[in-house]
Every structure is written in structure tokens, then in C-alpha cells.
């Protein structure tokens, strides 16, 4: 089970840290991403983690601005969200895979119920 919390309003140029907390006993042995679906738009990839934390992939509009972390002592998954912009308002999603991270959704095996995210110009 993947429990986001961390999402709220925010204004523009403004920070939110989003953080994933999962169930079980196998977190470090699942690649964790986050995705996120804007009203009428298909959900989008946004950021990955591999299983070992050593390698992190972001989508192009994030990079420079989102940094994803994970703490397999803690089972969590974090986003942080810098330099928000109105664009970024969306449904965030945590997601977990057994297989390699990748962007697409069909990856990946569990979701959360999302959190969302409004910036304000």
C-alpha cells in the first residue's frame, strides 16, 4: 500500500515536499516514481528512483526544480517540488515497480490514491 501526503496550495515560485510512505517488508527491492494527472490531461511521468538509489530520472519540465529521494529505513519516498509554477498543478501520484523504473505508466505495479497540488500565479 502507497500513502502520498504533502500536497496543498501554494503560490507561485513556492516549495511543497511530497512524501510516499509504504507498507510492507520489500520497499528496497521496488523502484518508486511519481506521476501526476492534471484536470482533462493523461497522467504524466514526472520523477524515478532505482531500487538502489542510484539513479534518479526526471521528466524535462521538471529537472532543475524536483528532486526525488527515497529512505528505504523508513520506507519512503520523497518530491521535492521547487520553483512551483502554475503548470505544476496537478494530482500527484507514488507508484512502485518490481521491474526497472521507467516513464511509462504500464511500468510500474502499485499506486497510491495521489495527493494533489494547486499553484497559484
Known amino acids: 500500500q502507497l500513502v502520498e501526503s504533502g500536497g496543498g496550495f501554494v503560490q507561485a515560485g513556492g516549495s511543497l515536499k511530497l512524501s510516499c510512505a509504504a507498507s510492507?517488508?520489500?520497499?528496497?527491492?521496488?523502484?518508486m516514481g511519481w506521476f501526476r494527472q492534471a484536470p482533462g490531461e493523461k497522467r504524466k511521468f514526472v520523477a524515478s528512483?532505482?531500487?538502489?538509489?542510484?539513479?534518479?530520472y526526471y521528466a524535462d519540465s521538471v529537472k532543475g526544480r524536483f528532486t526525488i529521494s527515497r529512505d528505504d529505513a523508513k520506507n519512503t519516498v520523497q518530491l521535492q517540488m521547487n520553483n512551483l509554477k502554475p503548470e505544476d498543478t496537478a494530482t500527484y501520484y507514488c507508484?512502485?515497480?518490481?521491474?526497472?523504473?521507467?516513464?511509462?505508466?504500464?511500468?510500474?505495479?502499485?499506486w497510491g490514491q495521489g495527493t494533489q497540488v494547486t499553484v497559484s500565479s
Open positions: 510492507g517488508r520489500s520497499f528496497s527491492s521496488h523502484g
Open positions: 507508484a512502485a515497480t518490481t521491474s526497472i523504473v521507467s516513464k511509462l505508466l504500464d511500468g510500474y505495479d502499485y
Open positions: 528512483v532505482s531500487r538502489s538509489a542510484g539513479s534518479t
